[in-house]
């Protein structure tokens, strides 16, 4: 069993519970923060429910829980966020909701966790971007432009953390199988699209010591659209 511990944000999700159960198989310390309450978590995983990542106190608070039952933090993996496709002239812009789920959680999560980070040999920061936010499209603006903070937020952390053991990257995954996503695009082929099993080997990856040459890269992973 590995002695390496990492904190999934939004790990109730579809992806984050898919990277839960790599890491787990992988005998990874886990602890899961979300917002709200998921499935069951395997035993030894650490689970942090109800917490507001958009406040930086409840990311803290957070943090600290994880240290206090692992005593050591090595990677986050900042998976929360949120997705809205509206025009422009909607009614109620969902701009500023953008940013909180998606840019306010990351930089919270990260700032809290960073003094935890620094102490490990192998400390590793991976983000959730999005490949859509390269060139948005009709109905992504809110979204695009959120995602375009979370992959800056990941370039300039990259920088300024480059004297220490921290390595920040972020992957840009297209289109996720999920079954949301087949609801909403009924006529499209999955087939094509990302798994979530995969890319979590990806975010994994991210996350471990081999991954100490890369930092500050933004990685598409994009299936086959």
């Given at each position: 069993m ?7 944000t939004?790990?109730?999700?579809v ?13 990874l310390g886990?602890a ?9 978590v ?5 689970e942090?429910a ?5 406040d ?7 943090v600290?829980?994880v240290?206090?039952?692992f ?10 966020g949120?997705?809205v496709?509206q025009t422009?002239?909607d009614a ?8 909180a ?13 960073l ?14 971007g ?7 499209a009709?109905?992504m603006g809110?979204?695009a ?6 992959h800056?937020?990941?370039e300039s952390?990259a920088e300024?953390?480059?004297?220490t053991s ?5 992957v840009?995954p297209?289109i996720?199988?999920?079954?949301q ?8 082929d999955?087939?094509t699209w990302?798994?979530?099993a995969?890319?979590a ?7 471990s ?6 930092t ?5 992973v994009?299936?086959r659209?």
């Open positions: 590995s002695d390496r511990v990492i904190a999934i939004g790990g109730h999700g992806l984050g519970r898919a990277v839960l159960e790599a890491a787990v198989a992988e005998g886990v899961v923060i979300d917002h709200a309450r998921g499935r069951s395997p035993d030894g995983v650490l942090l109800a917490v507001d990542l958009t930086g106190a409840a990311a803290d608070r957070a600290s829980a240290i206090e039952r005593g050591r933090l090595d990677a986050l993996l900042n998976i929360a949120g997705f496709w422009t002239d109620e812009p969902a701009w500023d909701r953008m940013y789920l998606n840019v306010k959680t990351a930089l919270n999560a990260a700032r809290a966790a003094p935890a980070l620094k102490r490990s040999d192998e400390g590793r920061i991976v983000n959730v999005a490949a859509g936010a390269l060139k948005s009709a109905g809110a979204y432009a959120a995602k375009s903070g979370v800056r937020l990941t952390l300024e953390l480059k004297s921290v390595t920040v990257n972020a840009l297209s996720l199988d999920t079954e996503n087949r609801m909403d695009m009924p006529d499209a999955p087939a990302v798994q979530p995969d890319l080997r990806v975010i994994l990856f991210l996350a010591p081999e991954s100490r040459a890369m500050g890269a933004l990685i598409p994009t299936g659209v």
